[in-house]
């Protein structure tokens, strides 16, 4: 259906929002460890520091889903992005040990918010044009993949001078201005449709959540969310190995930030090459052709792995971008394609989605590990390529739109 003409655009703003996401989150990876040092703390409390993030907002993703179907995210979107800016500014102060789990924990509850409100502002925003919403969610994806480039990239250098203030300044004065642009796109956002119907918001919310568990029972919804599962778990995983073989390899420095951010540079690549796409195949088709290219990566990824020599690292930058690139193709289409198929619950689906990969986040890298130390990094690789190729079956329905 055509764009609405009296509807304004929103265009890139949303993306800002989600940048800040990575920006915060993958760059205290490498700051974390000089924070630790700083403050006397063990490798096991700085792996809590670093862990207790993904937990909490996987848990605020599961209930903030199901709110953001009832309360429009002009409210929240403000609080979220304060919140996010103060608690970076606090690890200033270096808290110690227990503050910097307090804040870690904050900053993932409040980092889910911010990346519900854009994808809740996004199918809003583009309710009645499908191939809008569906370009609008792959620039989302755009948006992640540079704020992931960004927070890597400063963040090893901020741990490589010894001076972890300056990833913490870097997110503060990003926030500072996303902050800015926060009430432009409230402004922007067409309001949502009531849904009380005049009903108090504990039997609102109990339909929303009845409606949901329905959705995601639907077969075509849950073969998509086990697909999810996948490119999670390709995810992490891959980033976990690449840690694995700087260790191995122990390149340059230069070749080892290399190593960090090429993954995110192939899914900005990805996602670029998604927004082509899109003009020549609805996103049901694009997710659906585009995933079995997903298992021949990674199983491409354990030859380059199982073999050594001068060409390692070149070898393996070419292949980590390839795999980056079909991970930026396909990571927004499966939220994209649920809110279509779920308009009334875009919250509630997009929430889902984000707990399936994160749940394929969250195990794969204990699989890799686990195979890698019984046989090596290679046959890992080769795990990983079986388990995506059986997700992949999730996929199979969406070759074909849906009627």
Not at 36 to 51: D, I, K
Not at 303 to 332: E, H, I, K, N, Y
């Amino acid at each position: 259906m055509p764009r609405n003409p009296g509807r304004p655009r929103l265009g890139v703003l949303p993306g800002f929002l989600v940048a800040l996401s990575p920006l915060s989150q993958l760059g205290f990876t490498p700051v974390s460890l000089v924070l630790g040092e700083r403050l006397g703390l063990s490798v096991g409390q700085v792996g809590l520091t670093v862990g207790v993030y993904a937990a909490a907002a996987a848990l605020a993703t599961v209930v903030l889903g199901p709110v953001f179907d009832l309360v429009s995210p002009r409210r929240v979107l403000p609080v979220a992005v304060a919140a996010n800016v103060l608690l970076s500014a606090s690890l200033l102060l270096e808290p110690g040990f227990a503050g910097i789990v307090a804040a870690r924990v904050l900053s993932g509850v409040t980092n889910s918010a911010l990346v519900l409100c854009a994808s809740v502002v996004v199918a809003d925003a583009n309710r009645d044009d499908g191939t809008a919403r569906e370009r609008g969610f792959s620039r989302l994806q755009t948006f992640t993949s540079l704020g992931a480039m960004v927070g890597l990239g400063v963040g090893a250098a901020a741990a490589g001078l010894g001076r972890p203030h300056v990833w913490s300044w870097t997110v503060v004065g990003y926030g500072v201005l996303v902050l800015a642009l926060a009430p432009v796109i409230a402004r922007r956002l067409p309001r949502a449709a009531d849904r009380a119907g005049g009903r108090s918001p504990g039997v609102r919310l109990r339909t929303v959540l009845r409606e949901g568990a329905a959705a995601l029972r639907v077969p075509r919804t849950a073969g998509f969310l086990l697909a999810a599962a996948g490119v999670g778990w390709a995810i992490q995983a891959t980033h976990y190995a690449v840690g694995i073989l700087a260790e191995e390899l122990s390149p340059p420095l230069a070749q080892r930030i290399a190593l960090s951010v090429v993954i995110p540079a192939g899914v900005f690549l990805g996602a670029g090459l998604n927004q082509f796409a899109l003009s020549r195949r609805s996103a049901v088709q694009l997710f659906g052709c585009a995933y079995p290219a997903l298992p021949l990566a990674c199983a491409v990824l354990a030859v380059v792995v199982a073999f050594s020599g001068a060409w390692a690292v070149a070898g393996l930058l070419v292949t980590l971008v390839l795999l980056g690139t079909v991970l930026g193709v396909l990571m927004p289409l499966s939220p994209a394609v649920l809110v279509g198929w779920h308009p009334d619950l875009r919250g509630s689906v997009t929430a889902a989605d984000s707990v399936a990969k994160g749940l394929g986040s969250t195990v794969s890298p204990v699989v890799l590990g686990a195979v890698a130390a019984a046989t090596s990094l290679s046959g890992g690789f080769l795990v990983l390529a079986v388990v995506v190729a059986a997700a992949a079956l999730g996929a199979r329905p969406a070759r074909v739109r849906p009627s």
